[in-house]
Structure formats: C-alpha cells, structure tokens
C-alpha cells in the first residue's frame, strides 16, 4: 500500500502563491510517476501537472501552464506544486497521485493512469 500525505493547503488571496507538498511516509516515490489533480463539488477531476520518475520531463494542463509547477525530491521522497498568481477559479481540494512505472521518463495525465491518491487538501482563493 502506497500512502501519500498532502499538504500546504488554506485561503489565500487572489494573486498570492501557494506551495503544496506531498509526501509518501515511510516509503519511496523513486519508483512512480507522480501527478497532481484537482477537483471542485460536483465537477469532474482535473489533471493540473506530473512529473517523471527521475524527475526530468513534466507536463502541464494548459489551464495552469505558466503558473503552477511540479517539481519532485526524490530524497525526501516528495513531490510538490507550486502555484503562483492564484485566481479564485483555482479553489477546489487538491490531490497527489502516483503510478507505478518502469520507464524512468514517462509521464501521465490520465487519472486512470494513476494507482495511488492521497486524501486531499484544500485551496481556496479568495477575491
């Protein structure tokens, strides 16, 4: 079992930034592509970004492009997303997510993809 622990989450204003960490306690990321997501109330879940196992090739969703980056420690075993001029819009519960994978370079944007999620934390942003 994968645990991954979120955090980094609260209310903040619109402009402000925001750092969120995730971390697999006890365990390593090394093996596993590691994702981001969002989801608001009653709206589906979206792909914001993901990182490859060696950290190298990321890709974003093009509605957070430019302003939120992923970026991984694969000594601390955490990965985390950076997220710079927050808007209102941006408000939802955040998610990391891994997938196991033996290709070093390869990223996903599928949640289906991914095989482990941690519980969530939330970001709002206020106007």
């Known amino acids: 079992q994968v645990q991954l622990v979120e955090s980094g989450g609260g209310l903040v204003e619109t402009g402000d930034s925001l750092r969120l960490s995730c971390a697999r306690p006890?365990?390593?990321?090394?093996?596993?592509?590691m994702g981001w997501f969002r989801q608001v109330s009653g709206k589906e879940r979206e792909f914001l970004a993901s990182?490859?196992?060696?950290?190298?090739?990321?890709r974003s969703s093009d509605s957070v492009k430019g302003r939120f980056i992923i970026s991984r420690d694969n000594v601390k075993d955490t990965v985390y997303l950076q997220m710079n001029s927050l808007e209102p819009e941006d408000s939802a519960v955040y998610y990391c997510?891994?997938?196991?994978?033996?290709?070093?370079?390869?990223?996903?944007?599928?949640?289906?993809?991914?095989?482990?999620w941690g519980q969530g934390t939330q970001v709002t942003v206020s106007s």
């Open positions: 997510a891994a997938a196991a994978t033996i290709y070093a370079d390869a990223v996903y944007w599928l949640d289906r993809k991914y095989t482990y």
């Open positions: 006890g365990g390593t990321i090394r093996d596993y592509v």
């Open positions: 990182v490859s196992r060696n950290g190298v090739n990321t």
